[in-house]
């Protein structure tokens, strides 16, 4: 699987977590953020609720920001220059 396309972001959005990382609590991805010189991590729930988290040498996130529908494709596809490796990893 490789990001082209945005129905591609929403395939992997139903695939999240076999691309993921888990905690015991939540899955998650990090993506590089080179415009801002950081990360952005993705994060999934278990009861389907996703948040981001940024951090990077301006600032840093206290709390993680729930996201949802377009706003976690439109999210995903502007970073799937970072994304695309990752699946390609796994």
Known sequence: MVIRKKADVENFIS???AFSEWDGTKHYISL???KNNGYITVISYPN???TF???NNS?????EHP???EEIIS???KNRKALNPLI???
Do not use: A, Y
């Open 32 to 34: 590089e953020d080179p």
């Open 53 to 55: 988290h940024r951090k």
């Open 48 to 50: 389907g609720k996703f």
């Open 59 to 63: 600032f840093w996130d206290l709390r």
């Open 67 to 69: 996201i949802n529908g």
């Open 15 to 17: 695939d999240f977590q």
């Open 88 to 90: 390609r990893s796994r």
């Open 75 to 77: 999210l995903l596809w």
